[in-house]
């Protein structure tokens, strides 16, 4: 009888392991329907800095270039600050200022050019070990964007995001992750409230840093889609490439 109880963790953790290995498959899949409807590739990369100020607070800073059409147009670029607060030992409080420079039409100069946007964003986010392997992180957005206009600043479109992830401990510097984003736009004067889309992410984050290492470095990569919810066409397949660096505190 005391053989059967180490037989049940090990074929408990062996269960566990193998509903996150699936979830993984499913949710890892889902980025290929934009493929397999487009028929094109993006890429999205970058560069992210996070400093710790205190133990409650951090700053950090973003810097990103998105291609698209098989990356051969810079569709996008955009810079980022924000600083966070730690509400508990789980629960953070964030907000954020983007600024976007994206490629449109100009139908008067018949020729593109860059249109800038300034979004504002704060974030509620929330992360929670299940096991000694599995990593939960729940994540909610809002965020409201302006476009210049020629008359100014003109309010363009508000989003409610609700993103939860899951991440493999793996004992190794390796360790993938799935996660799900769902866009809910608010109403406006194109949209009265709706389910956007749903952003669906499979990949892998590298830890480059020896332990306990003041700088942590690490990059992300991954494969992603926004598949539709309201009949949009499907966007193309983007590809994720982000360095991240994050600096802790000066030990005493």
């Known amino acids: 009888m005391p053989l059967l109880l180490p037989q049940n963790q090990k074929f408990s953790k062996r269960l566990r392991l193998n509903k996150w290995l699936l979830t993984s498959i499913l949710t890892g899949s889902l980025p290929f329907y934009g493929w397999s409807q487009t028929g094109t590739v993006g890429l999205w990369t970058g560069v992210s800095a996070e400093l710790k100020l205190s133990k409650a607070f951090s700053i950090q800073g973003t810097s990103q270039l998105r291609f698209t059409d098989n990356l051969n147009v810079t569709g996008a670029y955009l810079g980022e600050l924000g600083i966070s607060y730690n509400l508990t030992k789980h629960w953070q409080l964030s907000g954020y200022y983007r600024y976007v420079g994206r490629r449109k039409f100009d139908k008067d100069i ?15 986010s929330f992360d929670h070990k299940l096991g000694k392997r599995i990593k939960l992180d729940y994540r909610l957005r809002y965020q409201n964007q302006f476009k210049d206009d020629a008359e100014g600043l003109v309010a363009d479109k508000s989003y409610l995001r609700n ?30 409230g709706l389910f956007d889309q749903v952003r669906v992410k499979a990949g892998l984050s ?28 499907a966007s193309e397949i983007i590809i994720g490439a982000t360095y991240k660096l994050k600096i802790g505190l000066k030990k005493k």
């Open 206 to 233: 590298t830890d480059l840093s020896p332990n306990g290492a003041r700088f942590r470095h690490s990059i992300d990569l991954s494969v992603f889609n926004d598949v539709p919810l309201n009949g949009n066409e």
């Open 110 to 124: 018949d020729e593109y050019y860059y249109r800038p946007y300034h979004r504002f964003y704060g974030e509620l």
């Open 163 to 192: 993103k939860l992830e899951l991440s493999l401990n793996t004992t190794s510097r390796f360790s993938p992750f799935v996660s799900a984003d769902l866009f809910y736009r608010l109403g406006d004067e194109d949209s009265k």
